[in-house]
């Protein structure tokens, strides 16, 4: 086996056999088809079946159906056809490690405490694997990200967790050994051959909830040869056509980031997402095949996005513009009468799916104040209005930036270290998103009033978020020379990520 497995004693193990590599024409094909091709009949209100796919670094603005001129996501723009599609769907924050245990908890960064690499999500928090396995479900996740994983406490719930990165991996992974351990970078059709035994292994009266955590298309945005292939247009002949992620980030530091290199970038990383769509077809598929998909309540998203240097920089983790907050958010609801087809303009959060699923599924809400807010009103009225007044955005915690999004504005600050009379703001922005969409014009200058009661706003609000009692100080284990080596591979230093 290539990945690490935890088992609780009382569940079975699935048997796992070897990835098997899904043709992306099929893939293109299949897309076509999607919302047609199910014959399930009508299930009960509560699905069978839940699966919560995250795609890690996938960035709202390379998705097909929310307005990307390339054609990256077939699979999740059907999936969006036959489902919901969150348009302004934002992360709280641009980094992994602080985002997935929000997704997974409806609480802000701030509120539960994971917010650096040296912590684990402390055991006080409820996530929504333990609310499904309360309510009965086997709780199952695979997970391909590191900075994700149970290191940091997020199998709280889960019955049985694959650790998708450990062993050596195919002929074709790239691995990392030191002293004996051995890791390697999971592949999207791992992470999808893991969930296609395990739905197939679904007993008669089992319910399911399947959590998968992919890696693609977090760089070094790898993809096999076809689709790196697949965007060889005349928008980007060459010369990185074979994804030579290296070669490329060499030359960037000699050259700067010139239109030739940024468009390589966004070349490798538009096939990346290609090919990880593809096995989110293959997971719906699998639904299909088992005649599961009709009674399915699945959810597609990503916990940040990815900036090709639109603000002048490379990466996530250490901005909050748009291009590394704002992420895909689909939804498809169990039942022949679900909402399809439905486009939802309101902002909203990664934080809201736990209220929903809860909702959607028959379960109870987590103990404790929650951050996020059921989606459930905008399945009958698409077009209303926010749920949120405005959302606290964190960058990684070593720069000291924070945000608040408002549905038509964002306040930006830097804060620097309290020396006793609390962090000073060292630096303000204020972005109208409707006139400015692409946050190129600062009116800090223009409504100094307006950033300043912005930045005051923020100030408070961790403020409050910093006198409530939180646990998440717990150190987790010691991690592996292999795998602080992949996390070199990944782009990370000092197990944070870096944005160059």
């Not at 650790?163 to 002929?171: K, R, Y």
């Not at 997971?283 to 996005?305: C, F, P």
């Not at 736990?354 to 109870?364: K, M």
């Amino acid at each position: 086996m290539n990945a690490e497995t935890t088992n609780s004693p009382d569940r079975p193990k699935a048997r796992l056999g070897r990835p098997r590599s899904r043709a992306l024409c099929a893939s293109l094909l299949c897309a076509l088809s999607a919302c047609s091709t199910d014959s399930g009949e009508a299930g009960p209100d509560e699905p069978r079946v839940v699966v919560l796919m995250v795609l890690d670094t996938l960035g709202a603005g390379h998705v097909s159906h929310l307005g990307y001129d390339r054609l990256t996501t077939p699979r999740i723009d059907a999936l969006a056809a036959d489902g919901v599609s969150f348009e302004q769907a934002i992360a709280p924050a641009s980094y992994t490690v602080a985002s997935i245990p929000s997704l997974l908890t409806g609480r802000l960064p701030d509120r539960h405490g994971l917010t650096w690499y040296d912590s684990r999500l402390p055991q006080s928090e409820e996530t929504i694997a333990e609310l499904y396995r309360e309510r009965g479900y086997s709780t199952f996740a695979a997970m391909a990200v590191f900075n994700g994983s149970p290191k940091y406490g997020t199998d709280q719930g889960f019955e049985e967790v694959r650790s998708v990165w450990v062993g050596p991996g195919g002929p074709e992974a790239i691995r990392m050994e030191s002293r004996g351990e051995t890791v390697h970078m999971p592949d999207a059709d791992e992470v999808m051959e893991i969930a296609r035994e395990r739905i197939e292994a679904l007993e008669s009266g089992e319910k399911l909830f399947l959590y998968l955590h992919f890696l693609q298309p977090h760089g070094p945005y790898y993809s096999p040869l076809e689709y790196r292939q697949h965007f060889s247009d005349e928008r980007y002949p060459g010369p990185y056509v074979d994804g030579e992620c290296a070669e490329i980030k060499q030359r960037t530091f000699k050259e700067g980031p010139t239109e030739k290199i940024r468009q390589a970038f966004c070349h490798i990383y538009d096939a990346s997402i290609l090919w990880v769509d593809t096995n989110v077809g293959g997971v719906l598929d699998t639904l299909r095949e088992r005649d599961l998909y009709e009674n399915a309540l699945v959810a597609v998203t990503a916990d940040h996005g990815e900036s090709f240097w639109e603000h002048g920089h490379l990466g996530h983790g250490k901005h909050l513009y748009e291009e590394y907050v704002r992420v895909p958010m689909v939804v498809k609801l169990p039942g022949p009468n679900r909402p399809r087809g439905l486009r939802v303009p309101a902002m909203v959060s990664l934080m809201d799916l736990v209220p929903s699923l809860c909702d959607w599924s028959g379960l109870r809400r987590p103990v404790g104040e929650l951050d996020g807010r059921s989606l459930d009103p905008f399945l009958s009225a698409p077009d209303g209005p926010s749920l949120h007044e405005s959302l606290l955005l964190r960058g990684q915690q070593d720069v000291g930036i924070f945000a608040l999004r408002f549905p038509r504005a964002k306040v930006v600050v830097v804060l620097g270290e309290d020396e006793g009379d609390g962090r000073p703001i060292e630096r303000t922005e204020l972005y109208d998103l409707l006139a400015d969409e692409k946050e190129l014009k600062n009116r800090t200058t223009r409504d100094r009033a307006g950033a300043l009661r912005g930045a005051r706003l923020i100030v408070e609000q961790l403020e409050a978020l910093e006198a409530l009692e939180k646990t998440a100080a717990t150190e987790h284990d010691e991690i592996g020379e292999a795998e602080r080596a992949m996390l070199d591979a990944l782009g990370y230093v000092d197990s944070g990520e870096e944005d160059e």
